[in-house]
């Protein structure tokens, strides 16, 4: 039998060894490569098969001879033992790592999972103010209670402290608050960061508990009643602001305000009497065709003459102020807010009308929730709702006498 190597090498071999592969004995090997870096290997036998463990760097600045050698007695004595010190090293490496990443899942809050995701979603959203409403509803409401809170900790209880003092009070802006967090935590549990349930999902959890907003007393937008707009609208022609034909302007097409002042010539069409909003300004996200009455293009022919950019400019250049129209109702001493008109004009079209529901939703651009329904239904009315928006400035433009009744006029609607 060959003669077992024992400390074959020496300080100075180990200095001077070429590239290659050199035993000591027991196991340990000194390996060199072409580069001259050097490290000590440990082979060892088990079960039957030959296995390598790497001990470290080898030289003046790495591990020594001896100390190399005390590092393979004690990887020998595991081995006799039956113990893998390969595998041992692989497991031990993975359970650092788990209680690394168990600690950085621990030490991450919900508001650092906020701040990742805003900074790699905003880019994205539609526009400046869109993204400043993330950042303020969720600093002013949600923050405060679990902005420090690591997320993997979130819980329903805490997503209830945050929405019912304001489910009612504030049912929109709470709405919204929900589906923030939602996504959020959704992003967090993406990561990594968390397990389970979302604590903030609407279906099947938090509508169990809170009413649905449709169920809630109407109030965030105050609105005027359908039978006192005619009234207003003819005390708004007697008025030669540019926010007074805006704000006539919103009603005849029920549009929300956002999409008025930011409205552009290149939209219009006046010969065909459509103004098209691109998909970028609608709040669905999808383009919206809006048919013009005669009353709204005698409006926009009136601010033609003003050869600015926008539909109804500021004074002073520019698109108009987001304010205008409201700050407008107050001067008037109205107790109303601009949106309020939409739901004036949907309760005009169902309860003196005999369009069906769909079309009003249309006209008002809301989203469809029924997949069924949205897939069955391609179209965007467009016709009808020329028919339904005509009706609607006559309407407008018919002052009912003083103490008249007024009498629902139930219109026969093609289907």
């Known amino acids: 039998m060959p003669k077992k190597l024992s400390n074959v090498l020496t300080p100075l071999a180990v200095k001077n060894a070429k590239p290659g592969r050199h035993a000591d004995g027991g196991g340990l090997h000194l390996l060199v490569k072409e580069s001259g870096a050097r490290s000590w290997v440990y082979r060892f036998m088990l079960n039957g098969k030959s296995r390598d463990i790497g001990l470290g760097p080898a030289g003046p600045d790495g591990i020594s001879l001896s100390q190399a050698r005390d590092a393979r007695d004690a990887l020998r004595l595991k081995v006799k033992a039956g113990v893998d010190p390969l595998e041992e090293r692989q497991r031990e490496a993975a359970e650092a790592l788990a209680a690394a990443q168990a600690a950085q899942v621990a030490g991450m ?30 600093a002013t409401y949600v923050y405060p209670v ?10 329903t209880a805490h997503v209830l ?10 049912a929109e802006t709470a709405s919204r608050v929900r589906g923030r ?8 549990k993406a990561r990594g960061y968390r397990e389970g349930e979302n604590p903030a999902r609407w279906r099947g959890h938090i509508a169990q508990i809170l009413p649905a907003r449709s169920r809630l007393t109407r109030g965030h937008h105050k609105a005027m009643p359908y039978e006192a707009i005619p009234a207003f609208v003819g005390a708004l022609q007697k ?19 956002g999409e008025v002042i930011g409205a552009k010539w290149d939209e219009v069409d006046l010969d065909k009497a459509i103004w098209t909003i691109p998909a970028s300004r609608m709040k669905a996200g999808k383009e919206h065709r809006v048919p013009l009455s005669p009353r709204a293009v005698e409006i926009l022919k009136s601010t033609q003459g003003l050869r600015k950019e926008w539909l109804f400019p500021a004074t002073k250049g ?16 109205v107790d109303v ?31 469809i929730e029924n997949k069924v329904e949205r897939a069955y239904r391609r179209g965007d009315l467009f016709d009808k709702r020329r028919r339904l928006m005509d009706d609607w400035a006559t309407y407008c433009a018919t002052i009912p006498a003083t103490g008249a009744n007024v009498t629902p006029i139930r219109k026969a609607e093609a289907g």
């Not at 967090?181 to 967090?188: G, K, N, P, S």
Request: a positive charge.
């Open 181 to 188: 967090m939602e996504t959020i935590l959704d992003a967090a």
């Open 161 to 170: 402290k945050i929405l019912e003092p304001i489910w009612k009070a504030k």
């Open 146 to 155: 679990i902005g420090e809170l690591p997320v993997a900790e979130v819980g």
């Open 337 to 367: 807010t601009v949106h309020g008109f939409r739901s004036g004009f949907r309760d005009w079209s169902a309860e003196c009308t005999g369009y069906a529901h769909e079309v009003a939703e249309m006209a008002l651009a809301h989203t």
């Open 239 to 257: 008025r030669e602001a540019v926010a007074a034909l805006a704000l006539e302007f919103t009603i005849l097409t029920a549009a929300r305000t």
């Open 318 to 333: 520019g698109k108009m102020s987001g304010m205008a129209m409201t700050m407008l109702l107050r001067r008037m001493k």
């Open 109 to 138: 809050t919900f508001k650092a999972v906020a701040e990742t995701y805003i900074g790699a979603n905003e880019g994205s959203w539609r526009n400046d103010k869109h993204r400043q409403q993330w950042k303020n509803t969720l």
